[in-house]
């Protein structure tokens, strides 16, 4: 019960100071799981990864709670989603209500016009971070190119593009 209490600090902390939705959680939830407390090793994260962009819902919500099942089960999973998903909560309810009062104010006005870049340099900061331990062969560089023209120049959704990769790399695995 002690090291759930912890972990759920751990995401609602998590949850309440990480600015760019899931994605940018992401490398957060690294740095906390894997790096600092190594409660999941790196193949575990890419896993949950990989299984939370295949299912609905928000990427960080999903990762955290699997990670929440892995370690304590069911309730673990519930502790886990909350603790991450409580501080969005009421953190939004708040902002909502200031916003409202301020919306025409400069100051926020201008604060926006620099958190929205910080919130992509996190993004690409994931990719990076992500992208180190992943295999880089011409079958790894094949998909991520595939996946971008496919997106991009096709138009095909993300999770179609994620379901034919998932379907080539088990024929790629099976073949090899």
């Not at 994260?45 to 919500?61: H, K, N, R």
């Not at 909502?96 to 016009?113: E, P």
């Amino acid at each position: 019960m002690k090291e759930l209490i912890k972990i759920f600090f751990i995401f609602f902390r998590i949850g309440a100071l990480t600015i760019g939705g899931g994605y940018a959680m992401i490398p957060v939830i690294h740095k906390e799981l894997v790096d600092r407390e190594k409660i999941v090793t790196e193949d575990e994260f890419l896993d949950y990864i990989a299984v939370a962009q295949s299912i609905p819902g928000i990427i960080a919500v999903n990762v955290s709670t699997f990670i929440g099942y892995k370690l304590h089960g069911v309730l673990g999973a519930i502790v886990i989603c909350l603790a991450v998903v409580l501080p969005s909560f009421l953190i939004i309810i708040a902002l909502a209500n200031v916003l409202m009062l301020y919306r025409d104010s400069t100051f926020i006005v201008k604060s926006f016009s620099g958190i929205r870049p910080a919130v992509i340099g996190i993004m690409i900061f994931s990719i990076y971070k992500l992208s180190k331990p992943l295999d880089k062969n011409m079958f790894s560089i094949g998909i991520i190119i595939a996946t971008i023209a496919a997106i991009l120049v096709f138009n095909i959704h993300p999770i179609i593009a994620l379901i034919l990769s998932g379907g080539i790399g088990v024929i790629y695995g099976y073949l090899n």
